[in-house]
């Protein structure tokens, strides 16, 4: 890892609003940390930052016919900020009840300003969208859920 991906790390950090971040490549571990704002910095800067989306209450009851505990996850191959869409005017990918062939694109991974496209792994149905749009993402951490 050189100085200019560090640094390319240290700016996702600050316009995230994240606190603490952690890289691992090959043998190379690196933690970057921040102070969180003062409380009158955060107040002043929230304007800056995108709106999230609402999130629906959870359902009661579960989706009939869905077994999740059966279902293949699609997983995010990298750490970055998940996009449903294409832009933000845009529709999403794929929907809860979009069927996807393997290597259809099902999201965008933005990862150190690159545009990465996530593609569906298998044939399938999509019965769970595990994130909203612009959410933070995690390697390993499920996208999708496809039956």
Do not use: W
């Not at 704002?37 to 800067?45: E, I, K, L, T």
């Not at 999509?126 to 390993?140: F, N, P, Q, R, S």
Request: include cysteine.
């Amino acid at each position: 890892m050189n100085i200019k991906q560090i640094r390319q790390l240290a700016e996702i950090l600050s316009q995230t609003g994240l606190t603490t971040l952690e890289v691992s490549e090959g043998e190379t571990h690196i933690v970057l940390k921040r102070e969180a704002a003062p409380a009158s910095a955060a107040v002043a800067a929230a304007p800056a930052l995108p709106a999230m989306p609402e999130v629906p209450a959870p359902l009661d009851e579960p989706v009939p016919g869905v077994n999740f505990a059966d279902a293949a996850e699609i997983k995010a191959p990298m750490p970055g900020i998940f996009y449903a869409a294409p832009s933000p005017d845009a529709e999403p990918f794929v929907k809860v009840g979009s069927r996807v062939k393997k290597g259809d694109v099902v999201c965008i991974i933005e990862a150190m300003k690159l545009m990465n496209e996530i593609t569906a792994d298998r044939d399938g149905e999509i019965v769970d969208v595990c994130l909203t749009d612009g959410a933070i993402v995690e390697y390993g951490q499920p996208l999708f859920k496809i039956d």
